[in-house]
C-alpha cells in the first residue's frame, strides 16, 4: 500500500494533534504549566467551533502558552492533499494523514443540508467487488481526532453562517469496525460544544455486522442504520460482498430486525445496481419478498463507471423497472441521485488516482 509523502508540518511524529490527546493528559499537561482547567475547553472551542487551524489564531490564550501548545502539539494532524469542486456544489476532499495515509471526504450541499460523507479506517477490509476503496485491504482505522478532522475540514469549507447539518458515515471502511471510535467522535460532532449536529442527522452504513448492529440498537442513540444489502439472496451477495459468506443474510437481516425493534428508527438498505448482476427484474421481486413486512425503505445506487474495475451501469429501462417491482412490492424506495459526478465523486476514485500518481501537488480544481 502506497502512501503520499508528507509535507514538513505534518511529519513530526513527536507533535501529536490536539482531538488525538486524551483529556486527562491535555489537562495534566496544562496543570504542571500553571493553566487552569478551562484552557482546555478554550482549545477544543477554538477547534471546533471557532475554526482556528494554528494555535497562533488562538487569542484568549497567553501568548507563552501559544507557543508553547505549537512546540509540542499539532492544532490538526491530517492537511488537505487535494481539493476538488464540482459544479453541482459538491466539494471532495483528499485528506493526508501524519503516516502519509490518505482519505476522502465530502461535503454535499442541497437546500438547506449541509452534509459531509465521512471515512472510519485507511483502506477497507469488506473487499466489495464494485468498490475502489477495498481494492487494497484494510490498512488501519482512523483515530478518533482523523475521524472528527474530517468534519472540520468540510465545515471549513463552509461560509461562517453556515454550519454543517448532516453526516453519512458511508466512506471508506466498515464503520462498525472502528465502532468506538466512531462513537466518541460522533458525541464530540452532536454535542452542543462540539459541531452541533443532530444525532437524527446522522446516518451510520454497515455491510452488516451483526453483534456490533445489536451493540449500536443497545446504545440508545438516536442515529440511523443504513444496511448495505446489494443483493436478496445469499449466493449472489457472496459474490459482491465476500464477507457475507461468514454471516449471511439471515443473521444480518435479524440483527437489523433487533435494531428496529429496539430503537423504532427505520433501516435504510442499501442496494448497488450493477448491470446484468444484481438488476434484473427478478432480483426486484425476490428482494420486494425479503423486505416485505419490515419497516424497511430501499436506497438504489446505480453503480457508475469504476476505471479498473469490470462493472457497469444498468440501462434506465432496468432501473424504472427495478423501481416498479420494488413499488409494487409495497416497498418504499428511492433512488439516490449522482452528485459531484464532473470530479469523480465515487468512493474510493480520488484516493486511489492519488496513490497511482505519488509526485501529485496540493490544490483546488
Ligand atoms: S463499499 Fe464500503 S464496505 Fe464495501 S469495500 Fe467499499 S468501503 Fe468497504
Not at 496544562?30 to 472551542?45: K, T, V
Not at 488537505?80 to 485528506?95: E, F
Not at 465521512?118 to 464494485?130: A, D, E, K, L, P
Not at 482512523?142 to 466512506?171: D, F, K, S, W, Y
Request: charged share 20%; proline share 4%; with cysteine.
Amino acid at each position: 500500500m502506497h502512501a503520499l509523502p508528507l509535507p514538513s508540518q505534518l511529519a513530526d511524529p513527536a507533535r501529536r494533534a490536539l482531538l488525538d490527546v486524551p483529556s486527562e493528559e491535555m489537562l495534566d499537561w496544562l496543570q504542571a504549566r500553571g493553566q487552569a482547567p478551562l484552557r482546555f475547553r478554550q482549545m477544543r472551542r477554538w477547534l471546533l467551533v471557532g475554526r482556528a487551524v494554528a494555535f497562533e489564531q488562538m487569542s484568549d490564550l497567553p501568548r507563552h502558552l501559544r507557543d508553547e501548545l505549537s512546540a509540542a502539539f499539532r492544532t490538526l494532524g491530517s492537511d488537505i492533499a487535494r481539493h476538488l469542486v464540482s459544479c453541482d456544489g459538491t466539494h471532495k476532499l483528499l485528506l493526508r494523514l501524519h503516516d502519509g495515509q490518505v482519505l476522502e471526504c465530502v461535503l454535499l450541499q442541497e437546500a438547506n443540508r449541509r452534509t459531509v460523507c465521512i471515512s472510519t479506517q485507511v483502506g477497507c477490509g469488506m473487499g466489495c467487488v464494485f468498490c475502489a476503496s477495498g481494492l487494497g485491504g484494510v490498512v488501519r482505522n482512523l483515530t478518533v481526532g482523523e475521524i472528527l478532522e474530517q468534519l472540520i475540514h468540510a465545515r471549513n469549507l463552509l461560509p461562517a453562517a453556515e454550519r454543517l447539518t448532516h453526516i453519512v458515515v458511508m466512506g471508506m471502511g466498515e464503520p462498525l469496525a472502528n465502532l468506538d471510535a466512531l462513537l466518541e467522535a460522533l458525541a464530540v460532532a452532536v454535542s452542543p460544544r462540539g459541531l452541533g449536529i443532530g444525532a437524527r442527522h446522522i446516518t451510520i452504513s454497515t455491510v452488516g455486522l451483526p453483534a456490533k448492529i445489536r451493540c449500536l440498537a443497545d446504545l440508545g442513540k438516536q442515529y440511523h442504520l443504513a444496511v448495505s444489502l446489494h443483493a436478496p439472496n445469499d449466493e449472489l451477495r457472496t459474490r459482491i460482498v465476500p464477507t457475507n459468506d461468514k454471516t449471511g443474510l439471515t443473521e444480518i437481516l435479524a440483527a437489523a430486525d433487533y435494531f428496529y425493534a429496539t430503537t423504532g428508527r427505520q433501516v435504510t438498505y442499501e442496494y448497488v445496481l450493477l448491470r446484468d448482476l444484481n438488476d434484473q427484474p427478478a432480483h426486484a421481486a425476490e428482494l420486494a419478498k425479503l423486505l416485505r413486512g419490515r419497516q424497511a425503505h430501499v436506497n438504489l445506487i446505480p453503480f457508475n463507471d469504476v476505471e479498473g474495475l469490470p462493472y457497469r451501469r444498468l440501462t434506465q429501462q432496468a432501473l424504472t423497472d427495478f423501481v416498479a417491482i420494488l413499488r409494487g412490492g409495497g416497498i418504499s424506495v428511492k433512488v439516490r441521485k449522482r452528485k459531484g459526478a464532473d470530479i469523480d465523486a465515487a468512493c474510493g476514485q480520488l484516493r486511489r488516482a492519488a496513490l497511482a500518481e505519488p509526485a501529485s501537488t496540493a490544490g483546488v480544481e
